[in-house]
């Protein structure tokens, strides 16, 4: 499964605007004629992952367009569109293309090659985006997952982790949960229905006739229903008894477990094998999942519970991503930015990760990542990138400024694979100004501009706080070149002060090697 191009005639920011998601093909359309190039072979990498997997990721600076991208094309999965677009893709490993749009000249082609038995799932790490997100780290769908999904044993899903194998569960102190619902004064109001809501008063209770029966309460089954009910309805009266309790929770329609399942389930730590578990006790924990503590435990008994925050982030989205691709055989997955709140050491290890589960899926997969790191990019070749920027004022008389701007990273980008970090930060990700922090820029370019101006006379402490500073400088070149600027400026004994501790650190290192001779 292959994405090969989308156009998108008006949405939001992206105005007439193509997208080449192959690095086989070079397509165009201007708005009439749909234009499609093979490009040279030895301009893109063939088959660079597998047959059946192909990585895109986009980038781009803040308001480019990447995350308008995943919107467009999720609309378009879910015939939500509001504008005119183009979709070409591959279906399988033949040349032939499906295409499919809402631009009337290409109806009979949309018909021929229908957009079916394709699986879009998006994720994005931004908690306001709008459109679906089917891949959840909420430790609940992780259970979920786990509890629903069937798996090989020993299924590396991380270099780090397993598919678990095991599950631990631990029933909660039911009694301290219990204390703490009641904290929230439920007894305290009461609704008026016999005026309007907006002068609607509310009646203290006191809290001896009703919060105090509650409190009575010791029975664990008796407190669980008087939780799950909380959970749902203000009114507290009678509550303390538990047959008219439990006509209240028949009446509603509040789902809450017999007496019998409680005593077997709900009081008993287990560690047992997911595959091992019946179907009551999976009902069990997933209906009441609150009221349990979990941890998924793999075959060499590693734990989820002892994975940092970004391996817990890196389980659960490749979690997901198994447990997804069951379902059928071709899939797109939309990935808003899900290295975001890693740390560095996995972002490096993001594409390696990704790799080595999707290869073992044998499944056809297109991910299509955005992105804001480095390390993601210098694990793909150029070809596999999309770069995106944003029309300057005047650029161009038929986009407004601001509007989405695909470069052509096959002419205009430096190569990506293997590069260095640097470089990818400064080309590819149209960092304008350098990649040093504005602070200490600001700070550097304040110094070099006192040490130009003739009349500038700082005191002694002044000096000595310049010349830290001058010394502090990580980028050498440049500190070797502002302290000679200093020591023109102040002809102090900086220079001889600093070839003496040279001088020694020299020797210093020239007597640790006369040792070992």
């Keep these: 499964m292959e994405l090969v191009y989308l156009w998108v005639e008006n949405y939001k920011n992206i105005h007439e605007q193509g997208f080449n998601f192959s690095p086989r093909f070079n397509c165009h359309y201007d708005g009439k004629t749909l234009t499609i190039n093979e490009n040279n072979e030895d301009e893109y990498i063939k088959n660079i992952f597998t047959k059946n997997i192909n990585i895109s990721v986009i980038v781009g600076k803040n308001g480019s367009g990447k995350s308008r991208v995943l919107e467009c094309l999720d609309l378009i999965y879910l015939k939500k569109t509001t504008f005119n677009y183009m979709l070409v893709y591959k279906k399988d490993d033949s040349d032939a293309l499906c295409y499919i749009s809402n631009i009337e000249r290409f109806r009979d082609i949309i018909l021929k090659y229908p957009f079916q038995n394709i699986k879009t799932h998006i994720y994005s790490s931004d908690r306001t985006f709008t459109f679906r997100n089917s891949i959840s780290l909420e430790e609940k769908d992780i259970l979920q997952y786990l509890l629903n999904s069937t798996f090989k044993n020993n299924f590396k ?81 009678g509550l303390n008894d538990k047959s008219t309790l439990l006509n209240r929770l028949n009446e509603s329609d509040i789902k809450y477990p017999s007496e019998s399942d409680f005593n077997t389930i709900f009081k008993i730590e287990i560690k047992n094998k997911i595959d091992e578990l019946t179907p009551k006790q999976k009902e069990i924990y997933l209906s009441y999942y609150d009221f349990f503590e979990f941890n998924f435990i793999d075959s060499e008994n590693r734990s989820y519970n002892n994975l940092s925050h970004g391996e817990k982030t890196l389980f659960g989205q490749f979690l997901s991503y198994y447990h997804l691709v069951n379902e059928q055989n071709l899939h797109i997955f939309l990935l808003d930015e899900p290295e975001l709140s890693l740390h560095p050491k996995w972002q490096k290890q993001y594409i390696y990760e990704l790799y080595n589960l999707s290869k073992n899926l044998a499944k056809k997969i297109h991910f299509i990542i955005t992105s804001h790191s480095p390390f993601l990019l210098s694990d793909l070749p150029k070809s596999n990138i999309i770069f995106l920027d944003t029309y300057k004022k005047d650029e161009d008389d038929n986009q407004k400024e601001g509007n989405c701007k695909v470069v052509n990273g096959l002419i205009e980008k430096e190569q990506t694979f293997g590069a260095n970090i640097h470089t990818l930060l400064s080309d590819s990700f149209f960092m304008e100004g350098g990649l040093m922090g504005e602070f200490a820029k600001q700070k550097i370019n304040e110094i070099i501009k006192n040490l130009k101006d003739e009349n500038y006379n700082p005191i002694e402490q002044e000096k000595e706080q310049i010349s830290l500073i001058i010394e502090s400088i990580g980028e050498k070149f440049l500190s070797s070149k502002m302290m000679e600027m200093y020591y023109r400026k102040f002809k102090d004994d900086a220079l001889k002060k600093s070839r003496k501790k040279s001088l020694k650190s020299e020797i210093k290192r020239m007597q640790k090697e006369l040792k070992q001779l």
């Design 157 to 237: 899903l991380t270099t780090f982790m397993y598919f678990p194998n095991k599950l631990s569960v631990e029933p909660i102190n039911l009694n301290d949960k219990f204390n703490k619902i009641l904290e929230y004064d439920y007894s305290d109001y009461i609704y008026d229905d016999t005026i309007g809501d907006d002068e609607n008063r509310r009646v203290m209770y006191g809290e001896e006739d009703i919060h105090g029966n509650l409190r009575e309460v010791t029975d664990s089954y008796h407190q669980l229903l008087i939780i799950l009910f909380l959970y749902e309805q203000e009114a507290v009266e």
